[in-house]
């Protein structure tokens, strides 16, 4: 009896399962499709039996209901995380209708730091076009394929602006309107400044027209240069005159110069030739004159208002012709003052009065010696082509004339000193296309704290000519000359450059041999023959002139085609000068010369020119040792000596 309880209370006892004994009872658990009849347990079976049995059950009903619950949280957290994906994906494709908000919070130890969010109301930019103010009406907003997006949002802007401005409106609202443009990103427009008025021009504007000009100024207290000539504050019956001569539009040295003469301020001017230098210092001179009193016979006496000195009588003529066409409505009388012509009629006609005189150097001092004239009221000063009077020798010639004048009228030295408005001061002007250092010590002395205004670079020819260098033997220079004045036409004139009165009877007589119409300018001519050369080539009766450098400074003869240098010159300077007879007044032009071996002094210097000018150098050039070195920087080198074992040979 005590043997079968033990066996009874060791099988009551709870019994471990193994995970997969576990797992197999409770599939074995699961209901089928037609589970068996239970079948009726034998009669024989003990009541402890029945009891384990009913205990196995109960433990089987305990894992099926853990393994549901289990089952749910899983299926549970899978739904959870497929909403939040589905949430996510609806916000990223349709936005989210919750309301944002924003809070920042700041604390007084720690420094602010800006939010780059901001919330749909937080927008306040608005679209210009009335018509897309409206969310209704989204027909036409597309682009264009192909294009890029900004631009055509910039051109649709640009053109929204115009129609802006084409309404009924007063002059006020109109510049209020182009003030407050902008462009479709919300940006104001800033526009050209030719698109601008004077007063509507900011510093960065005044500099980027400089820069469109190349002009440079070096100087103090500078004014606005002018745009056009309305612009220029000379008078109506100045830009009348101007209208009549035909100036359209006036150059980059005109535009920066009048305004400087206008207020009486010393300049030194550097420009390019044939770029308009005359008309620079003639227009502010003459604005200058219509200002003082008209000369009388008592005041004839005192002779001129103003001085031009000028190298060469062509030149000074030429200014002579300049200067009465732009006074033709201020009734002011011009004298010029030249060689080659009767001292004593010039000094007559002196005496009669007139407001300006024109001169060369050495017969205005002759003039000043024998007391023909005087310049006791001569106030303003022009030293046009000053470097060539250097080069001249009339260095102490021009100094003996600003010397005569009356030096109680000079401006102070100090630049800061306020001038008397009731006291007239000399103005002195100097032009020139280049400035070497004798020309600068000349102003440094009678110049009173000048304004240099430099168009281009200093010394350059203009970019209209068109640089031809050819390297050819002496023997050759002729054919290539027949040749060059063959392609020419009979309806184009070209100016032939010489360095000798020799060479330039010479040349004009083989020239004259091939059929052309030619004629000859050099110093061994009288002065009535000079101007009947210069007269006949101007009105086309000859369509060759031969001639040396009296010729090459200043001069202006319109539509010249084409300049020769069959002797090159001595100096790059020179040279500059002999090809600015072409490419004037905005017309293109050639220039060619024959380079020989002779010479090698211009090498160097003619070699940088060309490279800077983006003109071709020959390869001959390009090679030779005296185009790599400035004259006179590396000595000669001793001759090798022979060596004595073959001197006898």
Known sequence: MMMKRSLELEEARPVYLSPEKRQRLALESLPRAAPPLPTPKPARESSSSSHRDSFRHRDREEKRGSFRHRDREEKDVLEKTAEKLRETIREQYLGSNKTKTRTVSMKLSAKFRFSFDWENTDDTSCDTNALHQSPLLLYGRGFLAGIDRREQKKAAAQKENRVELRRDTSPEESTKKKAEMRDSFGMRVDRHWTDKAAEEMTERD?????????????????????????????????????????????????MATIPLGLQQRDVIGVAETGSGKTAAFVLPMLSYISRLPPITDAEAAEDPYALVMAPTRELAQQIERETTKLSTYLGIKVVSIVGGQSIEEQGFKVRQGCEVVIATPGRLLDCLERRYIVLNQCNYVVLDEADRMIDMGFEPQVAGVLDAMPSSNLKPQNAEEELDEKKIYRTTYMFSATMPPAVERLAKKYLRNPVVVTIGTAGSATGLVTQSVIMVKESDKMPRLRKIMADLGGDKTAVVFCNTKRSVDDRAKDLERLGFRVTTLHGGKSQDQREISLDGFRNRRFNVLVATDVAGRGIDIPDVAHVINYEMPSSVDTYTHRIGRTGRAGKKGLATSFLTLEDRDIFFDLKQMLVQSNSSVPPELARHDASKFKPGSIPDRPPKRCDTKYASH
């Open 206 to 254: 005044w500099r980027i027209f400089r820069e469109d000009f190349n002009i440079s100024y070096k100087g103090s207290r500078l004014p606005r240069p002018m745009r056009d000539w309305k612009e220029s504050k000379l008078g109506a019956r100045l830009l009348r005159a101007i209208d009549k001569v035909g100036y359209k539009k006036p150059s980059p040295i005109q």
